[in-house]
C-alpha cells in the first residue's frame, strides 16, 4: 500500500525547475528505454541534455498549447508531463496529446502519476480539447496499465518509432480519451 507525498502539487514548470526535471527524464527513460534503443543512444539519456532540451522549449515554445508540467514532493521535482496538440494526421483538430509522462523510480506509487495526468486533462481541456492522445512503447505494460486503469484505451492505431541512428524501430500504440463531460 502507497503512503500519499505531503505537500505533493503539480504546476506549470519554470527554468529553476530544468536541472532536477532533466534527472527525473533521463533516470525514467534509462529505464523506459533498456533493451530498446542501442546502447550508444541509451548512453545520452544524460540530465544535462535532456534540461537543455526543455530550457530551448520553454525559451521558444512551438504554437498552439504546449505546456510542461512538473509533480511536486515538499518542493523537489519527482515527475514530468509534456502536452501540447496532436501531430497524428487522423485526429481531429480538438485532440491534445500527452507527449511525455515520468516520475522518478523513488517516486512512484503515491499519487504523482495520477495529479499529472489529472493536470493534463484540466489543461486541455481548457483549451478546448475534446480527446486526449498518447503513445507508448508496447513492452511497457506498466505505463499502458497505468492509462488504462485512467480511463483511455487502445484505438488501434500504432506506428513504428525510429530509434536509432541504423533505423531500428520500437512499436507503439495509440491511447485515447474522451474529455467530454458525461451527460448527466
Known amino acids: 500500500m502507497s503512503t500519499p507525498t505531503p505537500d505533493a502539487g503539480v504546476r506549470t514548470a519554470g527554468p529553476n525547475d530544468l536541472p532536477a526535471l532533466g534527472v527525473v527524464q ?11 534503443v542501442p546502447p550508444e543512444v541509451h548512453a545520452q539519456f544524460e540530465p544535462q541534455a535532456f534540461a537543455a532540451a526543455w530550457r530551448q522549449a520553454l525559451a521558444t ?6 505546456r510542461l508540467l512538473v509533480a511536486t514532493a515538499g518542493g523537489q521535482v519527482v515527475g514530468f508531463a509534456a502536452l501540447g496538440p496532436s ?9 491534445g496529446e500527452l507527449t511525455a509522462i515520468g516520475v ?4 512512484r506509487r503515491t499519487g504523482h502519476g ?7 486533462v484540466d489543461t486541455l481541456k481548457g483549451a478546448g480539447a475534446d480527446t486526449l492522445a498518447t503513445w507508448v512503447l508496447v513492452p511497457h505494460e506498466q505505463t499502458r496499465a497505468f492509462l488504462v486503469g485512467a480511463g483511455l484505451a487502445p484505438d488501434g492505431a500504432f506506428r513504428d518509432r525510429v530509434v536509432s ?5 520500437a512499436r507503439e500504440v495509440r491511447l485515447v480519451a474522451s474529455l467530454a463531460d458525461p451527460e448527466p
Open 104 to 107: 522518478h523510480p523513488q517516486a
Open 165 to 169: 541512428p541504423d533505423g531500428a524501430t
Open 114 to 120: 495520477s495529479r499529472l495526468l489529472n493536470a493534463v
Open 87 to 95: 501531430q497524428d494526421p487522423d485526429t481531429g483538430q480538438a485532440t
Open 61 to 66: 515554445p512551438p504554437e498552439g498549447v504546449h
Open 26 to 36: 533521463a533516470l525514467v527513460w534509462q529505464e523506459a528505454y533498456d533493451g530498446v
